[in-house]
């Protein structure tokens, strides 16, 4: 079954949108072209594309030789910063869509029998359009816990999944509040990962690129909130605030166990040493002035600075 569609409307008013004046202010006429072809091979797709690293060098070398990969993803996190596509979708999934987009596709999808989009990426609302089936696709399983959009999908429509959507077998369930458990279970992990990301962006450094965004979320897999928040603390006590060091303390703490820091302890051992030195001042002092000659070679102990 096809899934894109041959053509799309492009509104008169298009180039006097704020946000793609913004991204032209910027980037010139590269910018509208680049936002332009990337509607076009969104619908020839659907309603989506996977945005990455392959897909910028891929769409970049279809753009022309002008249109690098670097200039691409500026283009393209332009766009997202200033709404023009989706920023939760593109932040947790990678893709590149928009409510308006998807209601486009579904307007021009409207004669055929149903029309699929998957749970994740969900903008619109689907008893708008009555050929729309929502579906739970092998992405949405893969990415189970990590779609960041679920919360302003699922949680406000439970009740009309439930009753109007075939969206699996899992919707056929009697009562509400069997799908209402899974979705707040969901939104746990969902704070979990918000958490991190803040907690991470406060005390190490803003998130640079899609690469360490999805390190994050592995390390959240593998270790959980709260050891990875005690890492991140160990990190920045120690003046080492790089993604790597964090996972450096995680991988020995899993190898070799939790290693509490006791800071009374560092204090003491530190106080320890400030007395040592002390007294070896002191004996040097006295022993100066033992083997010296004259009250002008007299050094008092009791002189020599602490």
């Known amino acids: 079954m096809k899934k894109g569609i041959d053509y799309f409307p492009l509104d008169v008013d298009f180039f006097e949108d704020e946000k793609i004046q913004l991204v032209s202010a910027r980037f010139g ?19 989506f594309i996977k945005w990455d690293e392959d897909a910028a060098f891929l769409f970049s070398k279809s753009a022309g030789q002008e249109i690098t990969p670097s200039l691409a993803n500026s283009i393209v ?15 947790s999934l990678r893709i590149l869509t928009s409510r308006g987009i998807q209601e486009r596709f579904l307007k021009a999808c409207e004669r055929r029998k149903f029309v699929e989009i998957d749970q994740c990426m969900l903008l619109v609302d689907p008893t708008d359009f009555k050929n729309l089936k929502v579906s739970m696709s092998s992405l949405s399983m893969h990415l189970k816990g990590k779609c960041k959009h679920d919360d302003n999908i699922l949680d406000k429509n439970v009740d009309i999944f439930q009753k109007n959507v075939d969206i699996s077998k899992q919707s056929k369930v009697e009562e509400s509040k069997v799908e209402e458990s899974k979705v707040e279970g969901e939104e746990d992990t969902l704070s979990d990962f918000q ?6 962006q406060n005390n190490i450094h803003p998130i640079s ?5 999805d390190k994050l979320s ?17 990190s920045v006590s120690r003046g080492k605030r790089n993604i790597g060091y964090v996972t450096a303390i995680l991988n020995n703490w899993q190898q070799n166990g939790y290693d509490e820091e006791n800071k009374t302890d560092k204090k003491q051992t530190a106080a ?16 100066i002035d033992s083997h010296g000659s004259g009250e002008c070679n007299r050094m008092d102990p009791k002189r020599i600075p602490e």
């Open 272 to 287: 320890d040493r400030r007395k040592a030195d002390r007294e070896r001042r002191r004996a040097r002092a006295m022993e």
């Open 77 to 91: 996190y332009d766009l997202v910063k200033r709404g023009f596509f989706d920023e939760s979708l593109f932040n």
């Open 29 to 47: 006429v590269k910018g509208e072209i680049l936002t332009i072809r990337l509607l076009t091979r969104i619908y020839h797709n659907g309603y």
């Open 209 to 213: 690129s899609p690469i360490e965004r």
């Open 218 to 234: 592995s390390l959240l897999d593998d270790f959980g909130l709260e050891i990875i928040t005690k890492a991140i603390e160990r």
């Open 195 to 200: 958490k991190l990301v803040k907690i991470y």
